[in-house]
């Protein structure tokens, strides 16, 4: 009795808080749900109100339409390996659904069965698992709608849309949502279709949103919402609580997690901040606080007063370092509580700052105006990287090493200063990979539905790092105190409706006081990009005015102002701006002391492909104590592996040299590469070779294209040494690459010697999953020569630990093991010097074959082995550097049964 008159006075107060938002139009919902956490299912029913004259903001006016999102998951994607779907389903495949149970029309007090009908969607967000994943609600007159689902949640190790280590966590779609704002909506035959194409707009519903939620008593609940108060227990039941889940104002969402072992910490202040955290890291929860604090008072200044009375902060149970956010909530991944100390004591601070302000800014962009993440993501992610961007850059600075948080005296301090501190959060972890992409050929329009998505393999780099790139030259062209005004006004001014890229074109224009159209076309609907160049042509002296002639060029993309900057042989510096509406110019500096050095865009304002030819003269920085990766200059290094030194541009040249010999390497664009190497040493040795890596679309089960390394061609002339002879030898290979969706690899290579022997090799390798987690692997290969080799060209057995085998003409070997997850709880701390990520513990057995000639196998050296191997995946410097570690012991198969330990270590 007591439990049924606290749901009607439930009911009754969300009838009276959300009474002025039906009023103004916006959709009222009341949800009431139920937990099993045996079943791991959320039984509820939800009840949205009707504005009169039917379906509120819909293309049918008596017809009112779901998104039933759990149900995209219902189905095994089928074009990914075992691993990869072991990977996010830690005890293998398991379905996500939501069942309608019933559909009621409601007309006051009256209820009465719904005609519905469960809908498909069109291969717009993916190609697998559509069916189910659409409701149509026939309302005519009625005032409100009520359905009754049940949401079944699989168990996966992504932190979100399931449970993980018994903590359930979703944040978008676990009940129907409603479709608001989508134009051409309607039925064709049995599938929800928008428009004239494939691609379905995916906008959060605004609603004004009110809960009632029951979970188990032993867990901690905390929600995306204003208000979370706990109701009185029902005198029969000790085993459930439940809690009203209130909002001063319509939302997009009302994420939703819960677990045992948490704990609460509040901030209070103008905007309070709760952080719910694991037991144990209430140091990490006190510091997170104190970040939001601070971020939040950041962002209220740029773009307007945070939407929400309170801000909730979540220790989730991801553990790869990914973090979430919704509507008042920011969910951060394990891994920046775990790892922050790993190596170095607080290494871990600042890139975590980075990543809360990040998730804090979608409250403003993502959150509070309407986007559509299908084709419009980037003004989610581009923006709150923009804005996290400013916040870091203005608490850490923006040219110099800010990343890494290094302080105090020490061996370990010192190493990682010196080979670790030059990181700099934009340039490295935005630029570098924006620039890669557009270097690879995987650059395109930012503005794309999931099914005109030519590289979704950059997809990421192209919404997160684009996205930033782009806004950051739009910043530059209306001026940066504009522009944030201009992200105020379009996220206040399109908080009801929509923030596409039409609206903050207009706003900008508004705030410039010019036309962005061209700038748009080409940066945010087109796959512009732009290399800026800069040159001094001549220079003169007159009296004490030295004169110094730059020509400037942009090669691609639209007119835009940018700024030259002239260096002084004093150090001081003095700026010109070039407009660059032609496509080559020249500029003038007169200065009281010779110019140094000139250098176009000195500050990264804009987003240049290649910043190499920025300067004139081209910049080297030395680095001779510390390491440096420049995305402008090449780089004067040491080379302690050759006692040498060396000079590189990124990953794309690196010439060496030592007493000892000399190396170079060239990489062109995503797939070629040429490699060059020689021994000074008596008599001369060396190689040249060239690797063409090709790319292919594989299919992800996203609508778009994907690419991925499918197979790869390698052509080399080497000069080695063999038996004191020193011989030429051709070398030809290539292999066929395991992707995505495959689990198998194979090879073959030929090599041809000046003594006129030829050897032919081939090597395969595929696995299978026997069960989750457990994959059962083979490995062969077979090699053999046409005429007698050389010793340099004869087959070795490192592949073997414990059987020590002749190299030979003639070889076969193979191994077969057996993976299974090792026993144990992960992540696990190695003395705060590294994290065990995760562990694999391997059975195996090998063996191997070796004769002289094809000839004669009677004169064949033999072995096999068993053993175990434990692989280990770990981390330091607070996650940032990834280890793979192997460690196993084998025992011959047959003579001594001697054991070999060994183990290896690669980055």
């Known amino acids: 009795m007591r439990k049924a008159l606290w749901s009607f006075l439930f009911l009754f107060s969300v009838g009276l808080s959300v009474a002025g938002a039906s009023a103004s139009g916006v959709p009222v919902q009341s949800l009431d749900a139920s937990y099993d956490a045996e079943r791991r299912e959320i039984a509820g029913t939800l009840v949205t109100s009707l504005p009169a004259g039917g379906a509120p903001d819909s293309a049918a006016e008596d017809t009112v339409y779901f998104l039933l999102l759990p149900n995209l998951d219902r189905e095994r994607n089928p074009h990914l390996s075992a691993r990869e779907i072991d990977s996010r389903y830690p005890y293998g495949f398991g379905e996500s659904a939501l069942d309608i149970d019933a559909v009621l029309l409601v007309d006051g007090d009256a209820r009465r069965p719904a005609e519905y009908r469960l809908l498909s969607l069109a291969p717009g967000l993916q190609t697998y698992s559509l069916s189910d994943a659409g409701l149509a609600v026939d309302v005519q007159t009625a005032s409100a ?15 979100d849309g399931g449970v993980t280590d018994e903590t359930f966590t979703w944040r978008f779609g676990w009940f129907p949502l409603l479709i608001q704002s989508v134009p051409g909506l309607r039925e064709q035959g049995s599938t929800l279709v928008a428009g004239d194409t494939d691609a379905f707009p995916l906008v959060f519903p605004r609603t004004a949103i009110e809960a009632r939620i029951t979970v188990p008593e032993d867990v901690v609940l905390t929600a995306g919402a204003d208000e979370i108060e706990r109701a009185d227990a029902a005198e029969d039941d000790d085993e459930t609580a439940t809690y009203a889940l209130r909002n001063a104002s319509p939302t997009r969402s009302l994420a939703l997690t819960f677990g045992a072992d948490l704990e609460r910490y509040l901030l209070d202040g103008p905007t309070p901040v709760e952080v719910t955290f694991r037991k144990g890291h209430e140091d990490e929860a006190r510091l997170l606080s104190t970040y939001a604090r601070d971020i939040l008072a950041d962002y209220a200044s740029r773009f307007g007063a945070y939407p929400r009375p309170i801000l909730r902060v979540v220790e989730g149970t991801s553990t790869d370092g990914d973090a979430m956010s919704a509507d008042g909530i920011a969910i951060l ?30 409250q403003w962009f993502g959150m509070l105006g309407g986007i559509d993440l299908d084709r419009d993501g980037w003004l989610s992610e581009g923006l709150s990287q923009y804005a996290s961007v400013g916040y870091f850059e203005r608490r ?46 995987f650059d395109e329009a930012l503005v794309k539905s999931a099914p005109e998505v030519r590289y979704g393999n950059a997809s990421a780099v192209r919404l997160y790092d684009k996205g930033f790139v782009v806004a950051r030259a739009l910043a530059a062209a209306v001026g940066e105190e504009a522009f944030d005004r201009a992200l105020a006004r379009v996220v206040d001014e399109t908080r009801a409706g929509r923030l596409a890229p039409a609206a903050l074109q207009r706003v900008c224009e508004e705030e410039a006081g010019h036309t962005l159209e061209d700038w748009f076309q080409a940066w945010v609907y087109g796959d512009a990009s732009v290399d800026y160049s800069a040159k001094i042509l001549t220079r003169s002296q007159d009296d004490a005015t030295y004169e110094t002639t730059v020509l400037v060029r942009r090669e691609g993309g639209v007119p835009q102002d940018v700024e030259v900057e002239a260096r002084l042989v004093s150090d001081a510096t003095t700026r010109q701006t070039w407009d660059a509406v032609e496509s080559e110019g020249t500029l003038v500096f007169r200065t009281p002391s010779p110019v140094v050095r000139v250098t176009i865009d000195p500050d990264h304002r804009l987003p240049d492909r290649n910043r190499l030819d920025n300067h004139s003269p081209a910049r080297l920085v030395v680095a001779a104590d510390e390491a440096a990766y420049p995305l402008d200059a090449y780089v004067l290094a040491p080379d302690t592996a050759s006692s040498g030194v060396s000079i590189s541009y990124l990953d794309r040249l690196r010439v060496g040299l030592s007493q000892g010999g000399a190396s170079l390497t060239v990489r062109q664009g995503r797939g070629d590469e040429v490699a060059a190497n020689v021994s000074f040493a008596s ?64 090879g073959a290579a030929v090599d041809v010697a000046s003594t006129g022997a030829i050897r032919l090799s081939a ?14 692997e083979a490995r062969g290969f077979v090699g053999f020569g046409l005429d007698e080799l050389p010793a340099a060209l004869r087959f070795g057995f490192s592949d073997l630990h414990a059987v020590s085998l002749p190299a030979s003409d003639v070889k076969v070997s193979g191994s077969l093991a057996l993976e299974l997850p090792a026993m144990g709880r992960v992540p696990y701390n190695l003395f705060h010097l590294a994290m065990i990520d995760e562990a694999a513990m391997r059975l195996f057995v090998a063996g191997g074959a070796g004769w002289k000639s094809s000839d004669g196998y009677s004169t064949t050296s033999a072995g096999a082995e068993a053993g175990m191997e434990q692989v280990f995946q770990l981390s330091t410097l607070g996650g940032f550097l990834p280890l793979t570690v192997r460690v196993g012991i084998a025992i011959p198969l047959q003579g001594a049964l001697k054991p070999a330990l060994y183990a290896g270590v690669s980055l």
């Open 683 to 746: 008599p001369l040795t060396g190689s040249v070779t060239y690797t063409h890596t090709a790319y292919a679309p594989s299919e992800t089960g996203a609508p778009g294209t994907s690419w991925e390394p499918s197979f790869t061609f390698s052509a080399a002339v080497r000069r080695v040494l063999s038996d004191a002879l020193s011989l030429y030898v051709l070398h030809g290979s290539f292999a066929d690459l395991a992707m995505t969706g495959e689990s198998s690899q194979a």
């Open 333 to 362: 991944s394990s891994r920046f509580f775990t790892h922050r100390d790993i190596l170095v004591p607080g290494v871990l601070h600042r890139l975590t700052e980075f990543v809360l302000a990040h998730e804090i800014a979608h």
């Open 396 to 441: 850490y600075g923006a040219a110099d090493p800010n990343l890494l948080f290094v302080t105090g005296n020490g061996v370990l301090e010192d190493a990682v200063a010196k080979q670790f501190g030059y990181f700099n959060l934009r340039e490295h972890l935005i630029e570098l990979p924006y620039a890669r992409e557009v270097w690879s050929g």
């Open 763 to 776: 090597a395969a390798a595929g696995e299978i999953g026997l069960l989750p987690q457990i994959y059962l």
């Open 145 to 159: 709608v009520e359905v009754r689902f049940t949401t079944r949640a699989p168990r996966v190790s992504t932190g």
